[in-house]
């Protein structure tokens, strides 16, 4: 009976170990598996807070400066600084206007002088390029001539502008083109799309009806 009872008494403090054993690897299993998940989580969460922030719409006024006179060009050596920045900041570079975000300075607006005046017939060139407020490079837009006279004459005379622009963390060249459904004082719209994670985004920019220093309004496809 005293072995019987001694073999009992090792098998039940057997079993209790192997129970103990047991929680421990499961609970080594489960904190390891947390730690895995939760970067990817943590990744998820990170994705959702950017595409939450890339759809949240911002309002900006541009401010076109009526004189050359302004403290982006204004200076000795001013040029040639602001040159020193950014090489999109050419020679015949005029910033004519800044975007305003909050009362802030947030981006500054020029374009190539020296393309659109001294040029002519097809060699005449429009380009705009956006920098922000330390005059770093942000996007270029450029008329497409040839591309606004094909269109033009396809509506028949009524003026279809069409620009390509160059955002610089796009990795596609997007296409601003206005639409010849246009009717005689009503808002001229322009048309695009982006190409975000493999899907299209579809854009409309508006004219607003009562304008009073060229206000337009950005529309998604959902008219939101």
């Not at 990170?46 to 900006?60: D, I, L, M, N, P």
């Not at 982006?72 to 305003?100: L, P």
Request: charge should be positive.
């Amino acid at each position: 009976m005293a072995d019987g009872s001694r073999t009992a008494v090792i098998e039940a403090q057997a079993d209790a170990a192997a129970a103990e054993a047991a929680r421990e690897a499961k609970a080594e299993i489960l904190a390891r598996s947390d730690m895995e998940v939760a970067p990817a989580r943590a990744a998820r969460l990170s994705k959702r807070s950017k595409a939450s922030a890339k759809a949240q719409w911002a309002e900006f006024t541009v401010d076109i400066w009526i004189t050359p006179f302004n403290s982006v060009e204004f200076g000795i050596y001013k040029h040639s600084r602001n040159r020193a920045k950014s090489r999109q900041f050419t020679t015949d570079m005029d910033i004519f206007a800044e975007v305003i975000e909050k009362g802030e300075r947030t981006g500054l607006l020029g374009y190539r002088e020296d393309l659109w005046r001294k040029n002519t017939g097809m060699d005449k060139r429009l380009v705009f390029k956006l920098f922000n407020e330390t005059v770093n490079w942000r996007a270029t837009m450029d008329l497409m001539i040839g591309r606004s006279l094909q269109l033009t004459l396809g509506a028949r005379g009524l003026p279809v502008t069409c620009f390509s622009v160059n955002v610089g963390d796009h990795d596609n060249m997007v296409y601003l083109e206005r639409s010849a459904n246009k009717w005689p004082l009503l808002p001229e719209s322009f048309s695009f799309f982006l190409l975000e994670d493999g899907k299209l985004r579809f854009f409309r920019l508006r004219r607003d009806f009562i304008d009073l220093g060229g206000d337009y309004t950005l529309y998604n496809h959902h008219y939101q």
